[in-house]
Every structure is written in C-alpha cells, then in structure tokens.
C-alpha cells in the first residue's frame, strides 16, 4: 500500500465522490450485524435453554469486544494509516461475522463468536471518520460525518426489523446468517473504494503517545471530550432501557404489542438516522457549538421527562421517545467532527482512542445504574423510570455546560 506522512487534508474534488458513497455503504452492511443478536433473543434463549442472565452475558461480551477495538483501531491508525487499519478491520469482520452466522448454535459458541465479531467490527468506526476528516473538506465536513453515521444508524434498524422478522418465521439460525454477512459485503464495498487513496500514516510512537494526551490541555479539546464523555452517557443508557420502558407503555395495548415494540425499537434508530443527517449539516451552517448546546438541552429534557409518562397516552409517549432518540444521537457527528477540527491530523487517532475509553466506559456503566435506581424507587411499577432516566438527564446537563463552555465557530459566510 502507498503511504505518506501526514499533510493537510486532500480536498473532496466533489460533495459525494465514489469513495465516500462506498464507505457509508460499507458502514451500512457492516451495521446490519450490529443488533442481529437483539432481534433474534428470543428464540436463541429457547433453542439454547438460557437464562436472562446467560443471555445478557452474550451482548456484554460483544460490548466489551466492540469498546477494545475501537481504542486498538483508533490508536494504531495515526501510525499504519487509517485506510489500512478500515480495510483490515473490514476483513477481519468478514471473517468473524461468516462464522457467527453459520457456526454459533450454543450459548457457548454464541458468546465467544459474537465477542469476537465485536472485537473485529469496532475497528472500522474510528478509522471512518479519520478518512473522512483526511478527505473532506471542513465546511462540508460536519454533513460527511452525518452521513457516515446516519448510514450506521440506518442498519441498525434494518439489523433488528430482519433479525426478528427472520426469526419468527424461520428460525434464528436464519436471522443470524442473513445479518451476519453483512459486514462480507462491506469489506467487499469499502475495498474497491479505498483502492485509490493514499494511506497517510504519522511519526513513531512516542509522539503519539505524548499527543494521546497533550490535547486535553487545550480547552476546546478537553470540552469535546469530556461532553462525549457525558453524551455516552445519555445515549448508551437510552439504547438500552427506553425500549423496555416502551414495551412496558404498551402492556395491554391488545394483540401484536409485542410487534408493535420492536418497531418502536426501530423508530428509534430512524430518527437517530434522520438527526445524524440534519445535525451534521446544521453544524457546518451554523457552527459546532450551537447545535451541540441545542441537543444537549434537548436530550436533557427528555430524559428528565420520559420516565415520569407512563401511563400518559401512547401517542404522547411515541412522539416523546421518537424526539429523544433524535436529539441523544444529533450530537454524535458533531463531537466527533469537531474532534477532527481541533487535534493535529498526525494524533488524531490516539485522541480518538483516548476519548473512547472515557466515553465507551461512561456509556457502559450507565445501563447499570439505571437499573440499580430503578431496583431502589420502586422497580417499573413505582417511580423508577422517572428517576432512572433522570440520571441519564444529568449526562445531558452536563454535555450541554461543556457545549456552552467552547469558543464560539459560526462559520464565515462569505
């Protein structure tokens, strides 16, 4: 592969060159096998005879792959190059999710595979977005990652909606070899797309390791990365709690509730694809900061609302849920863009790594505490939601000082 040392980005020569279109493509087929195991639970916990406990075991184990490989990609793509860790990143996901999808067929087998696909698929998320930060132009920048992980979140959707539609009719085995080569036709998207690129890599070790943290004594980085931090924390426990409190709002809504909340699940991923869209754009137009406060005090809001709904009506509910899902995710291309904007190209990748070890560890322990606060106030049936999700509000309170805290960027419209 051609390498070179880090320059100045290369301009994109138009809005959305092939590469680009391929790269959100590839991050769309990876993502298909991203909830495959979420919407296929059910029949795997009875074809295996697993507990809940057995079960959870299996999604913790791919989390904990997912969050190592993330940090490993990120650091190790400022020196081999971030075309190279995507490319093999990609492959390697290939391989792993071939062999989730035809060989996982015990709680044994599921959780060392799919702990292994995580371990694998993470890799191509840091690197995607150095790519598009060496290779798109900055007042277009905020729109490119958008659209990066508006892809992500769109296969996120269609990950759960085939899974359990697959799994219900022909079994979980079905569901899993349908999503699980996924990431097969991502490698074989990215790989002809990337061809062309340079792989730029930057100095030796020691630099990076000194640049790792050396951007957090700049006030603009460290606001970044401590507002991720508190984003993480949102959004981590939203995923993993507001579909059970839905599910919980429909209980006794008539046949099909059950249907009705995996679509709702899903609902949650379009607006996050829509919010990823708009708010990467709107970042470009009316600078980082702005839209960064305006989400965070929006997701603010629903957290410390939505818990207290239960029983309000549905629509009410949906329309709440459906807004708190797009405001938890609007801010995600914006942190990371901006991250791109204020770290030198030759340390981006230990910035990244860096801040995914405070994010991806904040996000991690928040399911966590949701769930003890809810044990403690009374479990669903007292004031628990209301309490839990308002501790994930003080995650959003706390990303929207950190937004209002930065420099101001509206961006020269000349």
């Known amino acids: 592969m051609t390498t070179a040392a880090i320059a100045t980005p290369a301009p994109a020569h138009t809005p959305r060159p092939i590469w680009f279109v391929l790269l959100c493509a590839s991050r769309f087929a990876t993502s298909l096998s991203f909830m495959v195991y979420a919407g296929a639970l059910v029949p795997a916990m009875q074809a295996w005879g697993m507990s809940a406990g057995e079960a959870g075991s299996i999604q913790t184990a791919f989390n904990v792959g997912y969050a190592l490989s993330l940090v490993g990609s990120s650091w190790f793509a400022d020196s081999l190059g971030a075309r190279r860790v995507f490319l093999w990143a990609s492959w390697a996901t290939a391989l792993t999710g071939i062999a989730f999808a035809f060989f996982a067929r015990s709680a044994e087998s599921g959780l060392l595979l799919f702990a292994l696909m995580g371990l694998t698929q993470g890799g191509t998320y840091a690197p995607s977005i150095m790519l598009v930060a060496q290779g798109v132009p900055a007042d277009r920048r905020g729109a490119a990652v958008g659209w990066l992980l508006a892809a992500g979140s769109l296969g996120y959707f269609a990950s759960i909606a085939l899974a359990a539609w697959l799994a219900e009719r022909f079994g979980y085995e079905a569901a899993f070899i349908a999503c699980g080569l996924g990431p097969l036709l991502a490698a074989l998207l ?225």
């Open 190 to 414: 990215a790989t002809p797309g990337l061809l062309g690129r340079t792989n730029l890599v930057a100095g030796g070790g020691a630099r990076r390791l000194r640049g790792a943290f050396r951007f957090l004594s700049d006030r603009r980085s460290f606001l970044l990365t401590a507002g991720y931090t508190a984003h993480c924390w949102e959004l981590l426990g939203m995923w993993a709690w507001l579909p059970a409190f839905l599910t919980a709002s429909l209980t006794g809504a008539g046949d099909g509730a059950g249907m009705r909340g995996l679509w709702i699940a899903g609902a949650i991923h379009i607006s996050g694809f829509l919010s990823s869209l708009l708010m990467g754009r709107a970042s470009d137009r009316l600078g980082r900061r702005a839209v960064l406060v305006a989400m965070g005090v929006l997701g603010a809001a629903c957290s410390f609302t939505i818990g207290w709904m239960n029983g309000m009506p549905l629509a009410l509910v949906l329309a709440v849920a459906a807004l708190y899902g797009f405001s938890a995710l609007g801010d995600s291309p914006v942190l990371s863009t901006a991250m791109t904007e204020s770290v030198e190209p030759g340390s981006l990748g230990a910035a990244l790594a860096v801040r995914s070890i405070l994010g991806f560890g904040a996000g991690g322990a928040a399911p966590l505490a949701v769930g003890l606060v809810l044990d403690r106030a009374g479990g669903a049936a007292g004031a628990g939601w209301g309490w839990g999700f308002a501790l994930l509000g003080v995650g959003g309170g706390l990303a929207t000082v950190c937004a209002l805290l930065l420099p101001a960027d509206r961006p020269d419209r000349s």
